[in-house]
């Protein structure tokens, strides 16, 4: 008998995207530098520091603003052929319309130039929970001309950068602004109001749809998308209020987004809750000819945990601020799998059933895993003597979606690539620091120190030898 252990080896297309994702209010730092305006994030974190984490707000963050040079030769270390940047808006138009900020324009360009020298492709992201504080003060979302803002904004990064950036992204995780801005008050302007958040639904999604026919109407030659974290709703039991309550919590959640992205329509169930309720938002007729005729050619997909839903317990208080929990509770599954730090599920196969989905229910359309990741705090807990941070849990968490991404794969998904949550430790939005998700380690009491993971060591190979 033969004493080898037989081992799996997963293999991935030879142009397989290995990468990260960012953020630039995550991770630039100097919010008030060369010219920036202030965001929502500023603005809250100088009106309520109390609101986020040992008090650290986004001043200073991850300081690639002035280290990204040496950041994207790490990005190169740690296996990138690509990686995921968003745009600050407010770095770009510090008013957000009208004037440009020429040494934004200057970073962005040297940012871009520089990872193209890498061999590193830049995947440019829009709009990731920054809204300039003066769109803020017209509505933010709620409003029509922060949409005509966001057009401009969007179409001068077009103009500047979009020569040598062929993938673009509308927006990051749409539904996280409607959820923690105008539902449950994790994120400013933190408003309890399901009507408003409706709109705010609507007019991101118009948005996306606008600057999508922007980009396209300029013939630069790449492909646009939207980024969405689309996370799987499983029923507690096959009840049929079960599955109601699931398939409530999927349109609201996630199918709010994702048809009008990639079919062009709203859809019909959807429509019929909230004409029900009462909370149709305001629109123009053309509006739905935009969405309709301005769909994504490129999905990104984010994936933490699922949401697991159950019916109704007790009869909702109809006198209580609606929310979207009147058509079902959240259900703890007994014996399910935590990460301890963040609270969240660890669930693989979401992954695998969310490709599924897309591929046989949203025409198998190009998409990729565009954010995947494991926080886990005080990390330095399991440095090696040379100073390595020895996160094996954050490469078995890789290696275990990888493996449901390749049973996808294998059956005919068409995804594209899979970047992980994040390239090096950043600022959380409201957990600062507190949970630590890179590849690479941020040392804050060294003056923001740079060392490589165990994970990231890992993710060379992975990328080298395009499986594991």
């Known amino acids: 008998m033969s004493t080898e252990v037989e081992k799996n080896i997963y293999m991935f297309p030879k142009d397989f995207w290995w990468g990260s994702a960012s953020s630039a209010t995550q991770m630039e730092g100097f919010s008030g530098a ?5 965001n929502i994030w500023d603005y809250w974190y100088e009106t309520e520091p109390n609101r986020f984490y040992q008090g650290i707000g986004p001043d200073n963050t991850s300081l690639f603003y002035t280290n990204f040079i ?37 970073f962005y360009n040297t940012v871009i130039n520089t990872l193209l020298e890498n061999e590193i492709e830049p995947f440019v992201n829009l709009y ?27 179409s001068t990064c077009f103009e500047n950068f979009g020569d040598r950036v062929m993938k673009w992204f509308t927006h990051n995780e749409p539904i996280v602004p409607v959820e923690c801005g105008y539902l449950y008050g994790h994120h400013y302007p933190a408003f309890c109001d399901f009507g408003k958040a409706v709109q705010v639904g609507f007019h991101s999604v118009l948005a996306s749809a606008k600057a999508i026919k922007a980009y396209h109407d300029k013939e630069l030659g790449g492909k646009i998308g939207i980024i969405l974290n689309v ?10 209020a079960d599955l109601d309550a ?4 999927d349109l609201l959640f996630n199918r709010s987004f994702l048809d009008p992205s990639v079919k062009g329509t709203f859809p019909e169930k959807l429509i019929d809750m909230l004409r029900v309720e009462n909370f149709i938002p305001k629109y123009l007729t053309e509006d739905l000819d935009i969405i309709r005729e301005n769909t994504v050619d490129l999905l990104g997909i984010n994936y933490y945990q699922p ?10 208080n109809p006198n209580a601020p609606f929310m979207p929990e009147r058509y079902f509770d959240n259900y703890d599954m007994p014996g399910k799998k935590v990460n301890p730090y963040r609270g969240w599920e660890i669930y693989e196969k979401g992954v695998y059933d969310i490709l599924k989905n897309i591929q046989e229910n949203y025409g198998n359309i190009e998409c ?19 100073g390595m ?80």
């Open 128 to 154: 990731h929970f920054d809204m300039p504080m003066a769109m803020q003060e017209e509505g933010g979302w709620e409003s029509r001309s922060v949409v005509d803002a966001y057009v401009e904004y969007a």
């Open 70 to 106: 040496d950041d994207i030769q790490l990005m190169k270390e740690t296996g990138h052929n690509s990686f995921r940047f968003s745009i600050s808006w407010s770095r770009m138009f510090p008013k957000g319309r009208g004037e440009i900020n020429p040494k934004a324009i200057d």
């Open 307 to 316: 949401r697991r839903v159950k019916a109704k317990e007790n009869i909702p």
């Open 231 to 240: 996370t799987p709703s499983y029923p507690r039991s096959n009840h049929p």
């Open 389 to 468: 941070i020895q996160d094996d849990y954050r490469i078995t968490f890789y290696e275990d979606h990888l493996k449901w991404i390749h049973k996808a794969l294998n059956e005919g998904a068409n995804v594209k690539g899979y970047h992980v949550w994040t390239f090096m430790d950043n600022w959380s939005w409201l957990n600062s620091y507190k949970n630590r998700y890179g590849l690479v380690e941020v040392d804050l009491n060294r003056n923001f120190k740079r060392t490589i993971k165990k994970s990231g060591k890992w993710y060379k190979e992975l990328s080298e030898n395009n499986g594991f």
């Open 246 to 249: 699931a398939e409530k919590a």
């Open 34 to 38: 060369d010219g920036k305006g202030k």
């Open 368 to 386: 990729f895993i565009s954010e995947s990741g494991m926080g886990v705090e005080a990390e330095e807990r399991f440095k090696d003597e040379s």
